[in-house]
C-alpha cells in the first residue's frame, strides 16, 4: 500500500474510531488473489469488546462506501484488536501492559523479560523474575534503551487477589 494511500485511509477513518472510544492502530491493505483485505486494528484503555468492534467495523464500512478511498475494485473490511502478543510501540501501548509480561529486545542487543510495574514518559519499572529459586528484581528501563518490545503469553498466572484471597482462607481455616 502506498505511503499515500496508507495517509488517506489514516485521515478518513481515524475520526471514526476515535469518535467510538477506540484508538486506530494499524492500517494494512494486502491482495488475495484479485481481491484486496483492508485490515484494521483498533484498541482501547479497556480493550475492545465484540460489539465495539461491530460498531466501528459499520462506521468504516458505511465511510469507506460512500467514498473511493480502496477504489472501485472489491475488497475486504476485516476489524480486529491487536491480539495477545500485541508489539509494543506507543507510550499507551506500555501504559495498558501493566502488569504484563513482556519481552524486550535491548538497543545493546541484549534481551529481557519481565513484568512491567509502573510507566511513565521516560521508562518503565520493571519486575525482573529470579531463576532457579532466586527472587525477582526491580529494574528501571528506560524507553531509549529498548530496541523492540511485545507482550508475553501467560499459560497459568494466578492474578493478585486469588493469590491472596487463597492466603486469607488459609489463615481463616488455620
Known amino acids: 500500500m502506498s505511503t499515500t ?21 494499524e492500517i494494512a491493505v494486502d491482495s488475495v488473489g484479485r481481491k484486496r483485505v483492508l485490515r484494521v486494528v483498533v484498541d482501547s484503555d479497556e480493550g475492545a469488546d465484540l460489539d465495539a468492534i461491530a460498531d466501528v467495523s459499520r462506521a468504516l464500512s458505511a465511510k469507506l462506501d460512500e ?23 506507543e507510550h499507551r501501548h506500555y501504559v495498558r501492559a501493566t502488569d504484563r509480561l513482556a519481552k524486550f529486545q535491548l538497543q545493546d542487543g541484549g534481551e529481557l523479560v519481565a513484568r512491567i510495574l509502573t510507566v511513565d514518559d521516560e521508562g518503565l519499572d520493571l519486575e525482573v523474575p529470579g531463576v ?15 530496541a523492540k518490545a511485545r507482550v508475553q503469553v501467560e499459560f ?19
Not at 79 to 89: K, M, N
Request: hydrophobic share 25%; net charge negative; proline share 4%.
Open 132 to 146: 532457579k529459586g532466586r527472587k525477582a528484581t526491580s529494574r528501571r528501563l528506560p524507553f531509549a534503551d529498548i
Open 67 to 89: 467514498t473511493d478511498a480502496m477504489g472501485q475494485g472489491e475488497y475486504t473490511l476485516e476489524v480486529g484488536t491487536p491480539g495477545a502478543e500485541r508489539a509494543l510501540t
Open 5 to 25: 494511500q496508507s495517509e488517506r485511509l489514516r485521515d478518513l477513518l481515524e475520526p471514526l474510531v476515535t469518535s467510538q472510544g477506540l484508538d486506530l492502530e
Open 156 to 174: 497459568g498466572r494466578k492474578d493478585k487477589k486469588s493469590v491472596e484471597d487463597e492466603e486469607n482462607e488459609k489463615e481463616e481455616e488455620a
